[in-house]
Each structure stands twice: as structure tokens, then as C-alpha cells.
């Protein structure tokens, strides 16, 4: 890059920034405290938190189910459970997991792990035992471990340790009196108190969805000033603006609109645990302009009552923002008709980062698109044989851009060309530049000597007025190699047969796509951050 195109890039920063109120009228000692405040964090992925303490010291810095904290009194937190990490009896740990739902407790471990350089293990909050023992057994492998955890997973946690009795125990919530070592007692223990800043830089380590197996540790060490600006120019986030996160921010979605939130020093609102009515209150009570869910919290908002529905306004709203799994476009619709062209769904990899986002313009035309390139992005659609296909035509989906990961905890990385990292999706891009994906690559089966994508079939049936949701997978078959097994629910007083619908599919698709069998659900099971869990469905037919 030339002189030119870095200035022109740092000033393009700045005008974005500015116009989402960033940067704004202060006085210069107070920007000069910002960035000394930022520096002493590493300018690591916490330092939004450090910046706000002193923007805004005496604003509301985050909202939970036990009251408001300033960012003031956030910084403050930190840095006395920093302290307290640093004054255990076996020393600080240099790996902390952190299995908590969206509270104070997860902010407070959050700062507190990057301020003494301990890498940050993002654990799944529905996580079993066992594959709790082995990611920690793998992540925390010759290293000092700590977990801290919400008191509803300690049995999870007794499970997962029990090989590991040196590994330190701190409970982030709790319902009841306990006498277990607690967050809240640390902070108050050590008040006041500053930690010994570490030279280090520590790391977040966010776990991938692990479709295939156990899910493997992919490390974030920085942000880049780049992505500031890419998503300030599609969405419209604004500073000091009170913004509703519902996602879990344990997951790299939730995580990142954490982070990112902090660093625009907007108000952060939350609650343990998602409840539909209880989230579109937050958003009328404290005026968010921002909500922040998985997609799936889209369909249990609009699966409300309508004379629920009519209780809350939403018109605080300038964007609501989803990410993580793909969002069903007759929800997209209703939802924008009730509370206004606000949605922004976002196309994103734990690995790569923020690759498309799609603005309400573009999901009105075409509600079920991953979205245009983010701003520093690029998307190539390439066939097995590494050339790029055309316009509309599907291949693989592959990413360049400054947001990717530093590699997987157990040293691989992902797949590379040419520069370009295969996101591990199938999926093609219109005339207009839009991304539409299609599944992951290894989804694709081979029926009869066709392939076949299951997500054809998902949205063909979804059309079928009769169908709510639907999931398409694909099943081992002695006759055809593989054949697709379909998974549906009605919505409420549909009659529709298994037999009706495969001739619904029969009557828009190929033949070989029609699915062998249909099986009606009550619901679909899913992950806590809204992905439909395949493996429970196959485990479902292989018992049938």
C-alpha cells in the first residue's frame, strides 16, 4: 500500500468515526488519557472498556438483572479482580475458562484475565463434562488453569476438572449463599487495588461450532482499525447509544458485539438468559437504538401473541444485527413490517471474521442473502479446481480480509489460496454483488451420483405455507450412497402429511432432491446460539 492509499484510508477512518461520534468534542487531555488508558490495555480487544472509564466515566456502562454499573465502576471491577487473580494462593493462572452467561461476572473476568496477560477460553455455555475436560485438557495443557463459572454449571465443572484438582474455581453467579470462592467476593476483597500490568498480550480464544467434532480453539489477539470503519459504514451504530445484546456473548457473534459496543462506549444491556417479551421491554425501556441476537431470537419475537407484540413499539431501533446461523426470510419480512427496515444480518467466521453484511435494503430484495463484501473484504467463488465461477453459479466461498484468525490452538490453521482462506461454505453471488450461501461444504451429498445441497430442499419446503421450519440433511443409503431426510415444523393448526409435502418438493425440484422421508416436529433442537443441532437429528434417526 502507497503513501497515498494509507492516507486516504486514515482519513476515510477518521470521517467514519466522526460521523458515528467516535471521535467528538473533548478536551485534549481527555484523549490523551484515552489513549494511555488504551495502551496500558495493549490496545487488546478490552481496551474499549479502558477507553470508556474515561470518556465517560459516570455514564451507564452495563445494565443486568442486578442493577447499573458506570464504566467507572466497570474499570474499577477489573481491575480489583485482577488483583485478586494475581493473589491466589497458587499464583495468577495464564489460562482462564470462562463458562457464564451474559451478566457483570463475564465483563468482570473478561478485563480483568487481559489486564494480568492470561488468554481468555470462551466456553460454551451448554457444554457436557467431558467435552469441557477435553477442551480444557487441551487448551490449558502445561499451563496454570482457572475456571470461572455461573453456580447453575457446577456440576459440569466437578465433571470437567476432576483429573485437574489444581485447577482454581471462581463462581461468576450465584442465586444462593455459597461458600465457594465468588467473583463478587474477590472484587470487594481487593478494592482498590491495581493489578501489576502484564507486558504480555493475552488472547481470546473462541471456540468454533464444532460441527465435526469437538470444537477446536481459534485465537483472536487484536482488532485492526479497519473493521471499525467497515462496520460504522454499513451499520448504523452511534456513540454513547444504549444497545440491547441478547446474543451470548460467550459465542463470537455475541463476543464481538461486546467488544465492540465498549469501544463506541455505548450503554450495554442484557440478561442471563434470552426470553423474547423480556428483551423487546429492554429495548422500549432504556430507548436502545441497538439489539444485538442470533437469528432464531427473531423467530421467538415474532412467534409472540400479536396483542403482545402490539404492548411494545420498538421505534428507538436503528439496527437490529444477527449473525451465526441463517435467518428465515418470511421472519426477516414480518419482522421489519412490525418494527421498521432495521435488520442487518451479518455473514461471519469464528476464523475469518466479518466477511458480508446484508443492509435492509438488500434483504427487502432478497430476504435470505448473506449480504454484499464488508468494506476490506474479498469474496472469490471457486470450483474444486481453484477457478473463479460465474456470476450465479455455486462453489466454494473463500475470504481475504484483515479480520482473520491467528490459527487454531492446536497450531493448524484453515485451508489458503492465493491469499484467499476457504470459509467452508458453498454458495455463489447474483448480479448484484450479493452473497447467497447455500451450505457448508461437507453438507453436500452425493444421491444417486447428483449432488445434492440439503438448503435447496430447507427453502423449497419453507414455501409450502403449511411449514414453519424446516432442516434437510443427509443420511447413509445402501442403494443411492445417500439420501436426504427432512425434518419439519407445522405452524400452529397446519395439516399438512409428510406425503403432501414430498410432493411439494417434487412439484419445484428434481426428482433425486425429493426427500425419502419427512418427519413433523414439534420443534427443531437447537444450540443455545440458535443452530439447529444436526447431530441430535441423526441420532434421532439412527434410533427410529
Not at 111 to 120: L, M, Q, T
Request: hydrophobic share 40%; glycine share 8%; charged share 25%.
Amino acid at each position: 500500500m502507497g503513501l497515498t492509499d494509507s492516507v486516504t484510508n486514515a482519513l476515510g477512518l477518521i470521517s467514519t468515526m466522526a460521523r458515528a461520534g467516535v471521535i467528538a468534542p473533548l478536551r485534549p487531555d481527555k484523549y490523551l488519557r484515552i489513549v494511555g488508558a488504551m495502551q496500558r490495555e495493549n490496545m487488546a480487544i478490552t481496551s474499549g472498556f479502558a477507553a470508556a472509564a474515561q470518556r465517560c466515566p459516570d455514564r451507564a456502562g452495563l445494565v443486568d438483572e442486578l442493577g447499573i454499573l458506570t464504566w467507572r465502576q466497570i474499570d474499577r471491577r477489573a481491575d480489583a479482580l485482577a488483583a485478586a487473580l494475581q493473589a491466589l494462593p497458587g499464583g495468577q493462572p495464564e489460562v482462564i475458562g470462562l463458562m457464564a452467561r451474559n451478566h457483570r461476572g463475564f465483563v468482570d473476568a473478561l478485563i480483568a484475565a487481559n489486564r494480568i496477560g492470561a488468554d481468555v477460553l470462551l466456553l460454551n455455555t451448554s457444554f457436557a463434562g467431558p467435552a469441557l475436560a477435553e477442551v480444557l485438557e487441551r487448551e490449558g495443557e502445561g499451563r496454570s488453569v482457572a475456571v470461572i463459572y455461573d453456580e447453575e454449571f457446577t456440576e459440569t465443572v466437578d465433571r470437567a476438572v476432576a483429573g485437574r484438582p489444581d485447577t482454581t474455581r471462581i463462581v461468576a453467579w450465584t442465586d444462593t449463599d455459597t461458600d465457594a470462592l465468588t467473583v463478587e467476593s474477590l472484587i470487594a476483597e481487593h478494592d482498590g487495588r491495581e493489578p501489576v500490568r502484564s507486558m504480555e498480550k493475552g488472547r481470546v480464544i473462541l471456540l468454533t461450532s464444532g460441527t465435526t467434532g469437538t470444537p477446536k480453539g481459534a485465537k483472536h489477539s487484536g482488532g485492526d482499525p479497519s473493521v471499525l470503519k467497515a462496520i460504522l459504514d454499513r451499520t448504523p451504530w452511534r456513540a454513547e447509544q444504549p444497545v440491547v445484546i441478547a446474543a451470548p456473548m460467550f459465542h463470537a457473534w455475541g463476543f464481538s458485539q461486546l467488544a465492540f459496543a465498549a469501544s463506541m462506549s455505548c450503554t450495554i444491556i442484557t440478561r442471563r438468559k434470552f426470553d423474547p417479551e423480556a428483551t423487546l421491554e429492554l429495548v422500549d425501556k432504556y430507548r436502545a437504538t441497538g439489539l444485538c441476537v442470533v437469528p432464531v431470537m427473531f423467530d421467538r419475537i415474532m412467534e409472540l401473541p400479536t396483542e403482545v407484540l402490539d404492548k411494545y413499539s420498538g421505534r428507538s431501533l436503528r439496527f437490529a444485527a444477527a449473525s451465526g446461523s441463517r435467518m428465515r426470510p418470511d421472519v426477516v419480512i414480518k419482522f421489519m413490517d412490525r418494527f421498521g427496515d432495521v435488520i442487518y444480518n451479518n455473514y461471519n467466521a469464528t476464523e475469518a471474521g466479518m466477511i458480508a453484511t446484508a443492509t435492509p435494503r438488500d434483504l427487502r430484495a432478497a430476504p435470505d442473502t448473506a449480504g454484499r463484501p464488508a468494506e476490506g473484504t474479498e469474496i472469490r467463488i471457486l470450483d474444486t479446481e481453484f477457478n473463479e465461477v460465474p456470476t450465479g453459479q455455486t462453489g466454494g466461498i473463500w475470504v481475504r480480509n484483515s479480520t482473520q484468525f491467528d490459527g487454531y490452538t492446536t497450531g493448524t490453521t484453515k485451508d489458503f489460496h492465493d491469499g484467499f482462506m476457504s470459509s467452508g461454505d458453498v454458495g455463489y453471488l447474483d448480479e448484484d454483488g450479493r452473497l447467497f450461501v447455500v451450505g457448508r461444504d461437507d453438507e453436500m451429498i452425493v444421491s444417486g451420483g447428483e449432488n445434492v445441497y440439503p438448503i435447496e430442499v430447507e427453502k423449497t419446503l419453507t414455501t409450502h405455507p403449511d411449514v414453519a421450519e424446516a432442516t434437510v440433511l443427509g443420511v447413509d443409503d445402501e442403494k443411492f450412497g445417500q439420501r436426504l431426510a427432512a425434518f419439519v415444523v407445522l405452524n400452529p393448526g397446519a395439516a399438512a402429511t409428510p406425503e403432501t409435502l414430498k410432493q411439494h418438493v417434487r412439484d419445484h425440484l428434481a426428482n433425486y432432491k425429493v426427500p425419502r422421508e419427512i418427519t413433523v416436529l414439534d420443534e427443531l433442537p437447537r444450540s443455545i446460539t440458535g443452530k439447529i443441532s444436526r447431530k441430535d437429528l441423526k441420532e434421532r434417526l439412527e434410533n427410529a
